[in-house]
């Protein structure tokens, strides 16, 4: 597929699915990235007619002004932060190169709009909202304003986000899902990894940097560890592997493509000379993935929780990427990719025909949240039972009532593959819930340990949501070589 084909069918996709079909709903906020494509493909005619279209949709709430849908409507599966970021950015970089196209009152309108919601919304929020990521899609939008409007006014507060959003980063470059889950009485088992989420909070601080003209150096160590996370996390083949995904409701798939728009532009960005490896396998994947004019997030039924408009809007983000053109023409490598990543939490090591990802991130879980497996190699693991009746999961209700809530969504636009695979999902979790049986691939990690390319570890066995088996510690072995690993557990 020719590169302009791509912008071509993703444009005229969007076009026809303005109104999300799944959630029922405008999803101003995606939309508003079909800009994007317009400005790639010389429509200035579509264009001009979006732009008044998101125009219209400033809502008042609160004494700030947003967009609709927004938080307005859960369906819009969004909120406000995030929409305004991205009909913010779209828009002032529209109007950067654009502006021409709009007589004097229109672009009165339109920066009248614009200036309201930078500066009664977006300055708060893209430094106060919790959760990394959110806040971090509302500071996208802080950037292209300024970067079009030059109001120095904004530069603190870019900073401030920035700044705020690394000190949130661990030392290992992982973006927590949600790092506060204490202060705001959230689930604990979402405050982990996310493969979903990693790569755009990564984008984000660096388009923001590039587009408020900040000294990337000051960010650039930080931001380099968050790409390595970013790759602890790849699979060979080309995409990630969602046994570190905490999020666990959004894919009932066995994998995912729709976050790799943000890995490429992430990516992109990086010296690291596996980064340009990994992009391209991800581009890869993207074009694997493109079907019937448009982004599927996995091959095979789509009962995954958002939908293709989120999906296919994103893939904006690919389009930004300074000689996307040229990359997308690459052909890939085939040969395997060695993976030798060492990190506190993350080992990703992988030579000729074998990879081995573990982790060792111990956090609450339950039937629809949390990190559940350590990646131990199936060879390695071992069962053991202790006949005492358990109690099904402390947090089975936050489950029940998180399953009850996507079945509605899925039922109410006739998804009855996804409703039926969300309860049964639910029902088995709960089954396997108060099973005696504790298995070392769901247990408890200690520090990893290497001497050369020898890994030492110990486990505690714990079931699949968490209960740890008393007075039980196994100690493990994996010795690497270019061939094949060996195992030791005793």
């Given at each position: 597929?020719?590169?302009?084909?791509?912008?071509?069918?993703?444009?005229?996709?969007?076009?026809?699915?303005?109104?999300?079909?799944?959630?029922?709903?405008?999803?101003?906020?995606?939309?508003?990235?079909?800009?994007?494509?317009?400005?790639?493909?010389?429509?200035?005619?579509?264009?001009?007619?979006?732009?008044?279209?998101?125009?219209?949709?400033?809502?008042?709430?609160?004494?700030?002004?947003?967009?609709?849908?927004?938080?307005?409507n859960?369906?819009?599966?969004?909120?406000?932060?995030?929409?305004?970021?991205?009909?913010?950015?779209?828009?002032?970089?529209?109007?950067?190169?654009h502006?021409?196209?709009?007589?004097?009152?229109?672009?009165e309108?339109?920066?009248g709009?614009?200036?309201?919601?930078?500066?009664?919304?977006?300055v708060?929020?893209?430094?106060?909202?919790?959760?990394?990521?959110?806040?971090?899609w509302?500071?996208?939008?802080?950037?292209?304003?300024?970067?079009?409007?030059?109001?120095?006014?904004?530069?603190?507060?870019?900073?401030?986000?920035?700044e705020?959003?690394?000190?949130?980063?661990?030392?290992?470059?992982f973006?927590?899902?949600?790092?506060?889950?204490d202060?705001?009485?959230?689930?604990?088992?979402?405050?982990?990894l996310?493969?979903?989420?990693?790569?755009?909070?990564?984008?984000?601080?660096?388009?923001?940097?590039?587009?408020?003209?900040?000294?990337?150096?000051?960010?650039?160590?930080?931001?380099?560890?968050?790409?390595?996370?970013?790759?602890?996390?790849?699979?060979?083949?080309?995409?990630?592997?969602?046994n570190?995904?905490?999020?666990?409701?959004?894919?009932l798939?066995?994998?995912?493509i729709?976050?790799h728009?943000?890995?490429?532009?992430?990516?992109?960005?990086?010296?690291?000379?596996?980064?340009?490896?990994?992009?391209?396998?991800?581009?890869?994947?993207?074009?694997?993935?493109?079907?019937?004019?448009?982004?599927?997030?996995?091959?095979?039924?789509?009962?995954?929780?958002?939908?293709?408009?989120?999906?296919?809007?994103?893939?904006?983000?690919?389009?930004?990427?300074?000689?996307?053109?040229?990359?997308?023409?690459?052909?890939?490598?085939?040969e395997?990719?060695?993976?030798?990543?060492?990190?506190?939490?993350?080992?990703?090591?992988?030579h000729?025909?074998?990879?081995?990802?573990?982790?060792?991130?111990?956090?609450?879980?339950?039937?629809?949240?949390?990190?559940?497996?350590?990646?131990l190699?199936?060879?390695?693991?071992?069962?053991?039972?202790?006949?005492?009746?358990?109690?099904?999961?402390?947090?089975?209700?936050?489950?029940?009532?998180?399953?009850?809530?996507?079945?509605?969504v899925?039922?109410?636009?006739?998804?009855?593959?996804?409703?039926?695979?969300?309860?049964?999902?639910?029902?088995?979790?709960?089954?396997?819930?108060?099973?005696?049986v504790?298995?070392?691939?769901?247990?408890?990690?200690?520090n990893?340990?290497?001497?050369?390319?020898?890994?030492?570890?110990?486990?505690?066995?714990?079931?699949?949501?968490?209960?740890?088996?008393?007075?039980?510690?196994?100690?493990?072995?994996?010795?690497?070589?270019?061939?094949?690993?060996?195992?030791?557990?005793?």
């Open positions: 597929m020719e590169f302009r084909n791509f912008l071509e069918q993703i444009a005229q996709y969007l076009d026809k699915n303005y109104y999300c079909k799944k959630h029922k709903i405008e999803h101003t906020g995606k939309n508003a990235y079909a800009l994007d494509f317009y400005m790639a493909l010389g429509d200035m005619g579509k264009a001009k007619k979006l732009v008044f279209k998101i125009i219209d949709k400033a809502k008042e709430k609160d004494g700030h002004l947003v967009f609709y849908p927004g938080i307005f859960h369906y819009n599966k969004s909120n406000n932060v995030i929409d305004c970021g991205a009909i913010i950015d779209s828009l002032s970089r529209f109007l950067y190169r502006k021409d196209i709009f007589d004097k009152e229109e672009l309108k339109i920066e709009v614009l200036d309201r919601v930078v500066n009664t919304y977006l708060d929020a893209a430094v106060k909202k919790p959760i990394t990521n959110q806040r971090l509302g500071l996208t939008g802080l950037a292209s304003y300024y970067h079009y409007k030059k109001d120095s006014n904004l530069l603190p507060i870019i900073k401030e986000s920035i705020v959003s690394l000190k949130e980063m661990t030392d290992d470059g973006f927590i899902y949600h790092p506060h889950t202060q705001v009485k959230n689930f604990p088992g979402y405050g982990g996310t493969t979903y989420y990693q790569s755009r909070c990564t984008a984000f601080i660096y388009y923001a940097i590039e587009k408020s003209g900040l000294d990337l150096g000051l960010y650039q160590n930080k931001l380099e560890q968050s790409i390595l996370a970013l790759l602890s996390m790849y699979k060979q083949e080309g995409y990630k592997d969602l570190l995904e905490c999020k666990k409701w959004y894919w798939s066995d994998y995912e729709a976050s728009t943000f890995d490429v532009y992430a990516l992109s960005k990086s010296t690291n000379p596996l980064a340009k490896q990994i992009l391209l396998r991800s581009l890869h994947q993207i074009k694997n993935h493109i079907k019937n004019g448009y982004l599927h997030s996995h091959a095979g039924s789509n009962h995954n929780y958002q939908c293709n408009l989120f999906w296919n809007a994103h893939l904006a983000w690919v389009t930004r990427v300074g000689d996307i053109e040229k990359l997308w023409s690459l052909n890939i490598d085939q395997p990719i060695d993976f030798e990543i060492k990190l506190d939490k993350v080992v990703n090591i992988s000729n025909s074998y990879q081995v990802i573990l982790n060792k991130f111990w956090q609450e879980r339950n039937y629809t949240v949390g990190i559940y497996g350590n990646g190699p199936k060879e390695c693991n071992k069962k053991f039972y202790k006949f005492s009746l358990l109690k099904p999961n402390k947090n089975v209700l936050f489950s029940i009532r998180e399953t009850l809530y996507h079945c509605k899925a039922l109410r636009t006739f998804h009855l593959g996804e409703f039926f695979a969300r309860l049964i999902k639910l029902s088995k979790g709960i089954f396997v819930s108060i099973m005696p504790y298995q070392l691939k769901y247990g408890k990690v200690d990893f340990v290497w001497d050369n390319n020898k890994l030492r570890f110990s486990i505690i066995p714990a079931t699949k949501y968490g209960r740890l088996l008393d007075n039980k510690n196994c100690k493990v072995e994996i010795l690497f070589d270019n061939q094949a690993y060996k195992i030791k557990s005793e």
